[in-house]
Structures are given as structure tokens and as C-alpha cells.
């Protein structure tokens, strides 16, 4: 969602959008594209602005299909580029990246990072970690599942994840456009020492202050939470783990959602303190994902365990009371 009345959405088939906070959707899908499935890849921009990469069926690594809208999905452009999908990411309208997915296996993951400045008519290859590859570089190691990819410019990007190592942090940073990686330390939470930590989410609400996300597991699966107010040159840890955190959204420097299936944390100070609300629907194992556009509007989808059924739900008082959107 981009305002309180204003988004848009995917599913299994269509490319939809809302103008009405969710109640109604119009398929605005490109011609061309008959079915979505999970391989896609989109960023939603602002409300004219769209970009969609799709995989090409006959070599789904290396070649895909890229989608573009520039008047709010009437019209769309098509160009064939050189990857099939993975983490795509537009800082504005000309500008993108994407951390394409090159497959996996054995606790190993080979991407490719490439750069656009032409609104994805061309791209560059500016990385690849594929040992089979010309010149494959080890910044990024193949070992480790790549997960979490956040540029906060056209210099400046991180890549995160999770090795099989205890208390090994998978977090990679680079500053010259994504051609050199250099890993990341950051002080480790109670727990983390003795287990696989992974990286759940990089957000950047500000161009300086962020918030990042580290998953814990154990007998209790935590989330810890590291802020930034200098763009990432430092992360600190903040003082609170959330037990089975499941989705993070910060919507300003200082205000921010944890949902953890039974209730909704919320801080108004950076993660410095959190106070626990308790929404009057228990969302529990149908949550799929959480977004919010203020502190006090938000959306949650969910998909029923048992019909798969979808189901969409807003918020207009910070997660008190939700309202179902789809009849």
C-alpha cells in the first residue's frame, strides 16, 4: 500500500490495484503474462510507476521477462533481460537493482547483482558469485542462503541471510555500486551465540535512519532488532527480543510494527520500548504479511491453512480493531 486508499497487488494470476483502501481491486495485468505463480518479482513504486520480472519457463536462471508502467498499469512496456527473477528494487523511476537468484542448494546460493539507470531497458552485471562463471568474485561467498537485499542508493547496498554456523552473522555491504562486498559485524543478541542467526529485514523509512532485523533461533524463536541514524555505517541493538517475531514494518524513524501471530508490538521511539496490542482477530498460522503506511493504517493478508483461501484486513487505530476488505 502507498497511502491509506491507494495500492496495488499480485496474485497467483493478476497484477491489481486499489484505490479505495482494499475493498475493490481492477486487474490491471500486462498483456502477455497468463499466470504470476510465486517466481515473480515486483516493486510498486508510487501510484504510476511498476516493475515486474517474470521467468522465462525455458531457463528460468538466466532469462526473464521485465514489465514496466509509468501511467498506473494502463500501459505497459516489455523487455527480455538476463536473469529470471530474485529480489528487485527501484529507487526511483529510472533507477534499480536486482539480487538475482541463480539457485540453490547444500546450504549454498549462487546470485548475480545487476544495476539499471534506463528504468530497466538495459542492465548491468556489476557481480555474480556462480564459481562456474567468468569472472566470479567470493566477496559474497556461494556458501550461505541469500535472503534480505535493501540498496539505500545506486552506491550502497547490503545482502543478508544465513550460513550454518553458530553465531556467524550473514550480513554483506557494498559501497561502490555492488561490485565489492565487505562482511558486516554487528554485536550479537542474547542467544545467538549458541545458534544459526539469520537476517529477516532491512528497512531505510528515512535516506538515514534504518532498521534491521535478526531472527534468533532456540527453544523460542526471537527477533532482535538493530537501528541506524547514520545510514549504516553503525547498527545498534536495541534492548528488546520479540518472541516469534513473523514481520517487521517501520513506517518513520521512530514508529514500527512486530507481529507475531497473537499480538502486534508497536514502538513510537525506535525499538527502544514496545507496547503490546492485542488485535480483537486472532490471525495466528493464516498470517501471510503485514504493511502499513502510518501509525495508524495498516493491512494484514492472510491465506486460511485448510482452503487457501485469501484474506485481506485493515486497520485504522494501530492494529486494535481490524476490518475485513474482501467480500
Known sequence: MLTEMDGWGLTHEAVVRTEDGGLTWYNLTPTGISSLGYSVDS????????FIVTPDETDPMHAGAFYRTQDGGLTWSFNSVPFGGGHLVFLDPSNGWIMAD??????????????TTDGGATWTQTFINDPTAAGASDGIPLGGLKMTFLPLNMQTAWVGGVVYSDGTVYLYRSDDGG??????TLPLPPGAAASQPS???????TPS???????????TT????????DAG??????????????????????????????????TRDAGQTWTIVAPDILFDQSFMSMDFVNASAGWIVTSDPATFEIGLYKTSDGGEKWTPQLK
Open 43 to 50: 516493486t510498486f513504486l508510487d501510484d504510476q510507476h511498476a
Open 222 to 229: 526471537n527477533t532482535a532488532l538493530y537501528v541506524t541514524h
Open 199 to 205: 537476517i529477516g529485514d532491512i528497512q531505510f523509512p
Open 209 to 219: 535512519d534504518g532498521f534491521l532485523s535478526m531472527i534468533v533461533p532456540g527453544d
Open 102 to 115: 541463480l539457485g540453490a542448494g547444500a546450504g549454498s546460493n549462487a546470485i548475480a547483482i545487476f544495476q
Open 233 to 266: 555505517a553503525t547498527w545498534t541493538l536495541t534492548p528488546t527480543l520479540i518472541p516469534n517475531g513473523r514481520s517487521v514494518d517501520f513506517v518513520s524513524a521512530a514508529d514500527g510494527f512486530i507481529f507475531n501471530g497473537d499480538q502486534l508490538y508497536v
Open 179 to 184: 561490485h565489492n562486498w565487505a562482511q558486516v
